[in-house]
Every structure is written in C-alpha cells, then in structure tokens.
C-alpha cells in the first residue's frame, strides 16, 4: 500500500507540474460541455469503468459510469454517478464531489446488492488538445459509506474527452 501511496504522490506533482505550465487561470469547462471517459477505481467502487459526463456550468460537472468485472463464476457489477464542484474559472482546479453507486456483487446463484453513497475531492485539468475536443484529466480520492460506522476508502484516476 505505500508503494501504491509513492506512485499517487508523484502522478500529483507531475499532474501540477503539467498544469502549472499550462493556461491554468482560463476555464474551458463551459466551451466543451459533453464528454466520455474511462477511469480506474471509478465509478466507486469499481476496478476500471467508462462513463458520459456533462460541465452544467463551470463550476459543476455531472458524471454517470458503468463498470463490470466478473469470471465464469463470479462478478461485480457497478453503476454510479456523481456531481462534482469546481473553483469557477479554473481549468485546473481542485474539487469536491459527491455521488452514489448501486454495486452488485454475484458469486454462482448468490447475488447481493448495496447503494454506496460517497464523497470525493481531488484534482481536475480540463484543456484543449484540437479545435474541437478538450481533454480532462483527474486524480481523486473518494469515501464510500458502506455501512453505519463502515467505510471504504479509494483513489481514482481517469481520462476524459469533452466536445
């Protein structure tokens, strides 16, 4: 776990180093509004999963994903969504997020299903790559609700396209 602690830290201050040197002060969230992405560790909780997402305005973003990992014997399934906050202005930006994700795990004829609500805060970079795609780019941690008294905990890290 602290190698994988090691690896989030220095994908963070690449991440900065890369936005730092950019027009980080100009937002481009509201001129690409509509994109896809696939991220790892989300939707919460989840291994690798895809989604649509859509900049409301330039301080919210909504996020809805699908993921599903499984054997012969054996899956989970998750489908979640989220809202995430930004400071306005800023295509790198901090945020915070929250969210929920309906997760079914289903082992031979057993299956049991469970709502995770959760909240979210990380690192955000949306900026243009063509004239007509902008690529986003987040590195987060998220806090589901499992239980009373019970958590899981989860960084994520996922690519978006927004056009």
Same mark, same amino acid.
């Given at each position: 776990?602290?190698?994988?602690?090691?690896?989030?830290?220095?994908?963070?201050?690449?991440?900065?180093l890369?936005?730092?040197?950019?027009?980080a002060d100009?937002?481009?969230?509201?001129?690409k509004?509509?994109?896809?992405?696939v991220?790892?560790?989300?939707?919460?909780?989840?291994?690798?999963?895809?989604?649509?997402?859509?900049n409301?305005?330039?301080l919210m973003?909504?996020?809805?994903?699908?993921?599903?990992?499984?054997?012969?014997?054996?899956?989970?399934?998750?489908i979640?969504?989220?809202?995430?906050?930004?400071?306005?202005?800023?295509?790198f930006?901090p945020y915070? *997020?929250?969210?929920?994700?309906y997760?079914?795990?289903?082992?031979l004829?057993?299956s049991a299903s469970?709502?995770?609500?959760?909240?979210?805060? *990380?690192?955000?970079w949306?900026?243009?790559?063509l004239?007509?795609?902008?690529l986003?780019?987040?590195? *987060?941690?998220?806090?589901g609700?499992?239980?009373?008294?019970s958590?899981?905990?989860?960084?994520?890290? *996922?690519v978006?396209?927004?056009?």
């Open positions: 776990m602290k190698r994988f602690s090691k690896i989030v830290a220095i994908l963070a201050m690449c991440f900065g890369l936005a730092a040197s950019s027009n100009v937002s481009n969230r509201d001129k509004q509509i994109g896809l992405w991220g790892i560790m989300d939707p919460f909780p989840s291994l690798l999963g895809i989604g649509i997402a859509y409301a305005f330039d973003k909504f996020r809805a994903g699908y993921a599903k990992f499984g054997t012969s014997s054996a899956s989970i399934q998750t979640g969504g989220s809202a995430d906050f930004f400071i306005p202005g800023w295509s930006s915070a *997020g929250i969210g929920a994700s997760f079914t795990l289903s082992v004829s057993y469970i709502v995770v609500p959760y909240v979210s805060f *990380g690192l955000d949306q900026f243009p790559i004239p007509f795609m902008h986003d780019i987040y590195l *987060g941690y998220k806090v609700f499992v239980k009373a008294g958590y899981s905990k989860s960084y994520s890290l *996922g978006g396209a927004y056009f």
